[in-house]
T-cell receptor
Framework: DSGVTQTPKHLITATGQRVTLRCSPR?????VYWYQQSLDQGLQFLIQ???????AKGNILERFSAQQFPDLHSELNLSSLELGDSALYFC???????????FGNGTRLTVT | DAKTTQPPSMDCAEGRAANLPCNHS???????VYWYRQIHSQGPQYIIH???NNETNEMASLIITEDRKSSTLILPHATLRDTAVYYC???????????????FGTGTRLTIIP
């Protein structure tokens, strides 16, 4: 158990809808990272937050947004969903810069 | 971040040592070598990391060549539960604002044979 909690584990929704994925980092970890893993793309970095502030951005679509709250949990919002957004979404956390990332077990999103 | 090259797949007999190679010939002096693994569709699991000295923990050993251009992850007594995709990643050490992420490649699919 990495200590990173992601909810829900599974999510099935229709095209055009909006969903919110939640991540609770390990206790004391200030950084949260979001990754997307689809069958044909591997693990792709989306975005990083550090103590509530956006720190780095990867290949995140404009339809996607994230935030980190004062209690350090993070949410990834996906809107106007398309079939191609079906993927595993992982959250990871680390206590400080340069520390290893620890990953949750992901949310499997299926868009029908 | 420096790129890494790993064999796409490897087999290892159960109970034997699994040696997973990784080339990172363009690694910079301030970059660490990290190893993660992903079992089926679970979240990637941190294994070990090192800068230039060999490292060992309860999961594995990491051997880095003197020129730091390649490394080997060693699982000393492989079990069926070690079947996974193993990722070798190079990452800048310490605080590097905006560049602290891990960049995953395609990894090595390790299959442990009973």
């Amino acid at each position: 158990d990495s200590g990173v909690t992601q909810t829900p584990k599974h999510l099935i929704t229709a095209t055009g809808q909006r969903v919110t994925l939640r991540c609770s980092p390990r206790s004391g970890d200030l950084s949260v990272y979001w990754y997307q893993q689809s069958l044909d793309q591997g693990l792709q970095f989306l975005i990083q937050y550090y103590n509530g502030e956006e720190r780095a951005k990867g290949n995140i679509l404009e339809r996607f947004s994230a935030q980190q709250f004062p209690d350090l949990h993070s949410e990834l919002n996906l809107s106007s969903l398309e079939l191609g957004d079906s993927a595993l979404y992982f959250c990871a956390s680390s206590p400080r810069a340069g520390s290893p990332l620890h990953f949750g077990n992901g949310t499997r999103l299926t868009v029908t | 971040d420096a790129k890494t090259t790993q064999p796409p797949s490897m087999d290892c007999a159960e109970g034997r040592a699994a040696n997973l190679p990784c080339n990172h010939s363009t690694i910079s002096g301030n970059e660490y070598v990290y190893w993660y693994r992903q079992i089926h569709s679970q979240g990637p699991q941190y294994i070990i990391h090192g800068l230039k000295n060999n490292e060992t923990n309860e999961m594995a050993s990491l051997i880095i060549t003197e020129d730091r251009k390649s490394s080997t992850l060693i699982l000393p007594h492989a079990t069926l539960r070690d079947t996974a995709v193993y990722y070798c990643i190079v990452r800048v050490a310490g605080s590097n604002f905006g560049n602290e992420k891990l960049t995953f490649g395609t990894g090595t699919r390790l299959t442990i044979i009973p």
